[in-house]
């Protein structure tokens, strides 16, 4: 009988912690859709400061963010987006740019390390002089860390580049920064000069920074402005919504300190894991760990994934031959040798 | 210095009380998107149940429950959903059915009371002979209680008609029901009976029930099964959402029987104004919470000044026209609050006439 469960589905299972809880109990508040909320302008204010930007936007998820972050850079019809084929935002975020925003997605190749080639990122952007036929290129899309290649850092060179190509045809540079801090806390570059050439970023505040809901968009004041009139369409305008805040607060304080002992811990796990005959685990950088089953072992992920359900460890399956793991503020490490 | 502010712009600016707080505090919670939030699952039952309802589902706003609610029926390219000319989706939700969700609306005109001619809705539905230059009509959207027409309540018998037309016709009836327990309280109408005819209906918490956050969207098991995947899409899917549903059940059983009391308060209010020279309301009209202030011309004041001049008192009002103002009451002003805010109207009318040498 299984009396201990441990969670590794994802970083998003994280629950509020009694400081948290605390802190939504007695949250200053007022309606943020009619006026402001006090606790909500705290946070956002924070969180510009704290990425380098102007301005910053509450929003109920990393979706939203990045659904929002998207059309207002591309307000226009007959926009397109590069992105990567191997992004969240192409793959799970059910295609929102397009059938709710009219915006065309332009995929380029992800490597393994979460990158794009920038020469193939330079061949996609749309010739003008072709328009007759063309979308028209605004905006190219990273993300970092890089959840589908196991939460890879795009190093501050690598972004720099790419938003020096940005520049130099015109386009906006947005960041899908879901996990930016465990970039940030990998690479050892303070998150402001990290997301420096960045238009605008997406950081969610409900993964390993543990916040029970929210993600938040920083850019321009304009493009904040135009950020929270397009969050109020989507239906994300909500009202004394100091009270969630209240918690993303607490979680922004208590928590970004602890993600360098989760890649710790993640790190832990991958080299154990790897010295089990049949699996076989990717480099990993930060909480994100991936791991093959060889063929030799003749079984498939669903089944040691349902195994491992049964002991109380909660994995996520991705393939008939992989599935993986995330690291967040789990305060015991796992050895699992005997569980095969 | 003003000391005491009675805010009377909206129900929406109700905060959360003691016991929503403490709920807040203590939720239980899961993820909302791996699998289900056991509060959040709770809440949603809870509301299909006293909807009578199949299913419901949480999300951060009103705007978005409609939102979801029309593109959901609306699925296909190509359709048109007939709403009021007055409605709160049509005139104060940014056009978002159709800039986002390619949905197009057919506008009837709204009545006083919030109905729209049964005659003129049918004559708004397309026939299906002219597709060929025609989108294709699916859905009717009500609103009740009708926000713009001064919280006016559609009856259960005209909600039923409206029901029966789209039946007739093969569509959707879905219904705003940012206040519907407005309506239930004032009409004495259980409210699962009320939205009866609806294919779905919207539910604010954050207005008079005095949630800090959300609605609920309630329907058949399988309209609610599109509607939470399109949420996901909008991205109104939050985790750990069990902390806002936990405020929010506490509404539901804290607040919702005060209801009645706001409605007592509205015609106090209404009927006190309307006895200010200067100032008219249709206090015949006055069925819940919402009260629209006509400003006579011969006040010599405008809808800004007056506004400007109470907030100096501390009153909070909405400016909704040159010479008109709404006010909305809500379970955190109090009698007291309401003789308060006729003092100021008093003074601050008086006030301008005085200057004017009136």
């Not at chain 1, 226009?76 to 397009?98: K, M, P, Q, T, W």
């Not at chain 1, 036929?133 to 890879?152: D, F, M, Q, W």
């Not at chain 2, 409605?263 to 104004?273: I, P, T, V």
């Not at chain 2, 008093?346 to 006439?353: P, S």
């Amino acid at each position: 009988m299984v009396t201990r469960t441990v969670d590794l589905r994802s970083d998003t299972v994280t629950k509020p912690t009694e400081a948290m809880r605390a802190a939504m109990a007695t949250a200053e508040v007022d309606d943020d859709v009619l006026g402001y909320d006090p606790t909500v302008f705290r946070l956002e204010t924070e969180m510009a400061k704290i990425m380098g930007k102007e301005a910053a936007l509450f929003v109920p998820s990393g979706t939203m963010g990045n659904l929002i972050s998207v059309l207002t850079h591309c307000d226009v019809r007959g926009s397109e987006v590069i992105l990567g084929d191997n992004c969240h935002i192409f793959i799970y975020e059910n295609g929102g740019i397009s059938t709710i925003g009219g915006v065309h997605p332009r995929t380029v190749k992800n490597n393994s390390d979460g990158t794009m080639d920038l020469d193939l990122i330079e061949a996609a952007i749309r010739d003008p002089r072709g328009e007759i036929v063309y979308p028209t290129t605004r905006l190219i899309c990273l993300e970092n860390t890089h959840a589908n290649s196991g939460g890879k850092c795009l190093s501050a060179e690598y972004t720099d580049q790419v938003g020096e190509l940005a520049k130099k045809h015109d386009l906006k540079l947005h960041i899908d920064g879901a996990r930016i801090f465990n970039s940030s806390v990998a690479l050892g570059v303070p998150v402001d000069r990290l997301v420096r050439a960045a238009d605008s970023v997406s950081v969610c505040l409900s993964k390993g920074i543990g916040a029970p809901i929210g993600s938040i968009i920083v850019g321009s004041k304009s493009f904040i402005a135009k950020a929270r009139r397009l969050r109020k369409t989507l239906g994300g305008g909500m009202r004394q919504v100091g009270v969630i805040a209240a918690a993303a607060l607490v979680a922004l304080q208590e928590n970004v300190g602890k993600l360098e002992s989760d890649h710790k811990k993640a790190r832990l796990l991958a080299d154990g894991l790897n010295e089990m005959k049949g699996l076989r685990v990717d480099p990993v950088e930060t909480n994100i760990v991936y791991v093959e089953i060889e063929e030799g072992l003749h079984i498939s992920a669903g089944k040691i994934v349902k195994n491992l359900e049964e002991r109380g460890i909660l994995v996520m399956d991705v393939s008939p031959s992989r599935f993986n793991s995330s690291f967040n503020n789990i305060q015991s490490v796992i050895n699992n040798r005997n569980n095969c | 210095m003003v000391k005491r502010i009675v805010d009377l712009r909206s129900d929406t600016v109700t905060k959360p009380t003691e016991t929503m707080r403490a709920a807040m505090e203590g939720a239980e919670v899961g993820d909302d998107v791996l699998e289900h939030d056991p509060t959040a699952f709770h809440l949603e039952s809870e509301m299909a149940k006293i909807m009578g309802k199949e299913a419901g589902l949480f999300v951060p706003s009103g705007t978005m429950a409609n939102l979801i609610s029309v593109l959901v029926h609306c699925e296909s390219r190509g359709s048109e959903v007939i709403l009021g000319h007055n409605s709160h989706i049509h005139i104060y939700e940014n056009g978002g059915i159709s800039t986002l969700g390619g949905v197009h609306p057919r506008t009837v005109k709204n009545n006083d009371d919030g109905t729209m001619d049964i005659d003129l809705i049918e004559a708004a539905i397309r026939d299906p002979k002219e597709e060929i230059v025609f989108p294709t009509t699916r859905l009717i959207c009500l609103e009740n209680t009708h926000c713009n027409h001064g919280g006016r309540c559609l009856s259960v018998e005209y909600t039923d008609r409206v029901g029966q037309i789209a039946k007739k016709h093969g569509l959707k009836l879905h219904i705003d029901g940012a206040r519907i327990f407005n309506a239930s309280v004032a009409l004495g109408v259980p409210v699962d009976r009320l939205v009866q005819a609806a294919d779905s209906v919207s539910v604010c918490l954050s207005k008079g029930l005095g949630a800090p956050v959300g609605s609920v969207i309630v329907g058949s098991n399988s309209f609610i099964v599109k509607a939470r995947r399109l949420r996901k899409t909008l991205g109104g899917g939050m985790r750990q959402v069990g902390v806002l549903c936990a405020a929010a059940l506490v509404a539901l059983k804290e607040n919702l029987p005060k209801l009645e009391s706001d409605h007592k308060k509205a015609r106090l209010l209404a009927d006190g104004l309307n006895k200010i020279q200067g100032l008219r309301v249709d206090t015949s009209s006055v069925e819940t919470n919402i009260i629209y202030v006509e400003i006579e011309e011969f006040s010599g004041t405008t809808a800004i000044k007056l506004c400007k001049d109470l907030e100096e008192y501390g009153i909070l009002l909405m400016q909704t026209g040159l010479s008109r103002l709404r006010v909305a009451l809500h379970h955190q002003i109090s009698e007291s609050d309401v003789q308060f805010a006729l003092s100021c109207f008093q003074k601050a009318v008086n006030g301008v006439q005085n200057e004017n040498g009136n």
